[in-house]
């Protein structure tokens, strides 16, 4: 049996992100670790991300939008008003200034 060398992955993330994900993992049934090596593998076979990197052309309106759509980015954002997970208006204003 042939032995595999193996390394560590230090990572700094938000905490509620950190959460989040690792709640549904544990609802998988999937170790971090695991999961982790499975993205990394992903990314060796797709020769980069395993997935498309969009912005958006618009946000969504609530006219637009199923009831348990809106109902689940309110309660997120409710979410992370409780947590005071938020940045001030003029700074994100600035960073989207910036991003055009």
């Known amino acids: 049996m042939a032995i595999t060398k193996t390394a560590s ?6 905490e509620n992100v950190k959460n989040q994900a690792e709640n549904i993992l544990e609802t998988l049934g999937i170790p971090r670790a695991t999961a ?7 990314i060796i076979l797709n ?3 395993p997935f498309s990197l969009t912005v ?3 946000i969504p309106i609530r006219e637009e939008m199923s009831n348990d759509a809106f109902h689940a ?3 997120t954002g409710y ?3 409780l ?18």
């Open 9 to 14: 992955v230090n990572v700094r993330i938000e």
């Open 36 to 42: 982790i090596d499975m993205f990394y593998r992903q």
């Open 47 to 49: 020769n980069g991300l």
């Open 56 to 58: 958006p052309k618009s």
């Open 73 to 75: 980015m309110m309660t």
């Open 79 to 81: 979410s992370q008003a």
């Open 83 to 100: 947590k005071d997970d938020s940045q001030p208006m003029d700074e994100v204003f600035k960073e989207l200034e910036e991003g055009l």
